[in-house]
C-alpha cells in the first residue's frame, strides 16, 4: 500500500474483483488492451487507495473505452484532450489519483501539443500509452509511430514519415518518469503501473500493444518466443543491465554512446557492465536507453526514468497558502470593499 500525503488510503483491503465495471468489454477477442485492463485491475487494490479516490480520463480511440471499463469515477473527452482534461481534474482535487488512457494518435498527434506540456509541468498523474503503431477506432491510418515504409489504409506505398520514438519525445519534453512495457507481460506492466504511482509528477507509461486486426505483430521483432529472451533488456535499478536467453549479453558505455558486449569475450566481465540508475536527475543515459531498438540493441523494459523533481500541483497550492496567509484580501466582502468605495 502507498502512503500519500494527499491521497486517503482504503479502510478496507480491496480486491481485483472491486475494480471490475459491469459494463461489457467491446475490444476485440486478442486485442492487447485486454492486459493492460488486467493488469489495472491487478495493481489498483496493491496501490490500496480508498476506491473513490482513483479517476480515469481518456480523449477518442480504442484505448479511450478504458473508463467505462474499470470502476472508478472516469470521464471520456474529446480526442486529443484528456491531458487538459486531466491537468484540471488534478489541480482542482489534489486528493484524487488521476490516470490516463490514451492512444499513440490520441496523445502524438491531436493531442501532442497537451502531451509535451502536461509533461513539461510535471503534474501528478500517470499516463497509460497504448502504442499499438496504428489508428485502430478508425480503421487503420498510420499513425505518429507507424514505423516508416509500413503499408496502412492512408499509406499504400508505404509512410514516408520518420516515426516518433515515445521515449525521446517524453525526455525531450523534460519527463521526470518514463517506463516501458509489453503487452503481452502482465506482471511487468503490473509493476511498472505501480512505480508509476509512486512517482511524484507526471508518469508516462509506454505500453507496446498488438492490435490484432489493422497492425497485428507490429511488436513481434520484440515479443515472439524466438526472439524476445535476446531482445528484451529488463532494468531494475542498482542492477547490471544483463539480457539474452543465456544472461550472457549485457550494456556498456563506449566512447559517448552504448553498446552491447558479450561476458566473457575480451575480458569483459558483470563488472564492467552498465549499473541502472532510474532516479539519476541526469537523463543523458535514460536517453539513450529509451532509444534503443534491435537489431542493434535490445528494448529496454521496466522503469527507465524516475527523477525527482518539483511538481506543478504542488508549487499551485503553495502559491494558494502563500497568497491567503499574505493578502490583505480574505473574503469576497473584503474584495467588494477593497478600492474607491462610497455609499449611496
Known amino acids: 500500500m502507498l502512503e500519500n500525503k494527499r491521497i486517503q488510503t482504503s479502510p478496507v483491503e480491496l480486491t481485483k474483483e472491486d475494480f471490475v465495471s459491469d ?15 488486467a493488469a489495472v485491475e491487478n495493481v489498483f487494490p496493491r496501490i490500496g487507495y480508498r476506491k473513490e479516490n482513483f479517476t480515469f480520463i481518456s480523449g477518442i480511440g480504442c484505448s479511450s473505452r478504458f473508463p467505462y471499463y474499470v470502476n472508478t469515477y472516469g470521464f471520456h473527452g474529446i480526442h486529443g484532450r484528456a491531458n487538459p482534461i486531466a491537468s484540471g481534474v488534478k489541480i482542482a482535487n489534489p486528493d484524487l489519483s488521476v490516470w490516463i488512457a490514451t492512444g499513440d494518435g490520441d496523445s502524438m498527434a491531436i493531442g501532442g501539443n497537451h502531451l509535451i506540456h502536461i509533461v513539461r509541468r510535471n503534474i501528478d498523474v500517470n499516463i497509460l500509452l497504448f502504442n499499438n503503431q496504428i489508428y485502430g477506432l478508425t480503421k487503420g491510418q498510420y499513425s505518429p509511430t507507424t514505423p516508416m515504409g509500413s503499408v496502412t489504409k492512408t499509406s499504400p506505398q508505404g509512410t514516408i514519415e520518420h516515426p516518433f520514438i515515445t521515449a525521446g519525445l517524453i525526455m525531450g519534453a523534460q519527463g521526470t518518469f518514463f517506463a516501458r512495457a509489453t503487452d503481452n507481460n502482465v506482471k511487468l506492466m503490473s509493476e511498472v503501473m505501480y512505480e508509476a504511482a509512486k512517482h511524484d ?7 507496446l500493444q498488438n492490435c490484432v486486426i489493422f497492425a497485428d505483430k507490429a511488436h513481434g521483432a520484440i515479443t515472439d518466443r524466438e526472439h524476445r529472451e535476446e531482445r528484451q533488456l529488463f532494468l531494475k535499478h542498482g542492477e547490471p543491465m544483463i539480457f539474452g536467453k543465456n544472461k550472457d549479453k549485457g550494456i ?18 558483470e563488472k564492467d557492465l552498465l549499473v541502472h540508475d532510474q532516479y539519476s536527475k541526469d537523463p543523458a543515459i535514460h536517453r539513450m536507453l529509451g532509444r534503443m531498438m534491435p537489431p542493434d540493441f535490445p528494448v529496454a523494459l521496466g522503469v527507465i526514468r524516475s527523477a525527482p523533481y518539483a511538481t506543478y500541483d504542488d508549487l499551485v ?13 480574505q473574503s469576497v466582502n473584503d474584495l467588494l470593499r477593497s478600492g474607491d468605495t462610497w455609499e449611496i
Not at 459494463?23 to 485492463?37: R, S, Y
Not at 507526471?202 to 505500453?207: H, K, M, Q
Not at 566512447?255 to 575480458?267: F, P, W
Request: glycine letters at 14%.
Open 23 to 37: 459494463q461489457m468489454v467491446k475490444w476485440c477477442p486478442g486485442c492487447g488492451a485486454h492486459a493492460i485492463l
Open 201 to 207: 509528477g507526471t508518469s508516462v507509461v509506454e505500453i
Open 252 to 269: 556498456v558505455i563506449r566512447g559517448t554512446g552504448l553498446a552491447v558486449v558479450k561476458l566473457g569475450e575480451d575480458g569483459i566481465t
Open 317 to 329: 497550492e503553495e502559491q494558494i497558502e502563500y497568497a491567503k496567509a499574505n493578502s490583505k484580501i
